[in-house]
Structure formats: structure tokens, C-alpha cells
């Protein structure tokens, strides 16, 4: 299975709120449908690339 590696921005990194905010929103949005599928990949085989893309999309 294939994974995607996302950094994660830190506001010292970044200089500002809003950079930090335009870093955030360029975290993919999860459907209802996803983020179902994602808790059941991490509960069923815990999966930590799912459990990545939880903790990082919004």
C-alpha cells in the first residue's frame, strides 16, 4: 500500500498566523465516506497511515 507523506507546518517555521493557515488548508478535506473507511483501516489493522491522514486532513 502506498503512502503519501504530508509535512506538517509549524507556525515558527512559517513567520505568521495566516502562513500557517494557507500551509493548513493544504491538507486535503476528508468525505464522510473516507474518514469512515480510515477509522475502520485503523481500528480493524492498525493502520497508522490511516491514522495519519485522520489526525492531518481537517
Not at 503519501?4 to 495566516?18: K, Q, R
Not at 502562513?19 to 475502520?40: M, T
Amino acid at each position: 500500500m502506498p503512502t503519501s507523506t504530508l509535512a506538517f507546518p509549524t507556525p515558527a517555521s512559517l513567520g505568521s498566523l495566516d502562513h500557517y493557515i494557507q500551509a493548513v488548508n493544504r491538507f486535503p478535506l476528508l468525505s464522510q465516506a473516507q474518514e469512515v473507511e480510515l477509522g475502520r483501516r485503523l481500528q480493524r489493522d492498525d493502520d497508522l497511515d490511516a491514522a495519519r491522514q485522520l489526525v492531518l486532513s481537517h
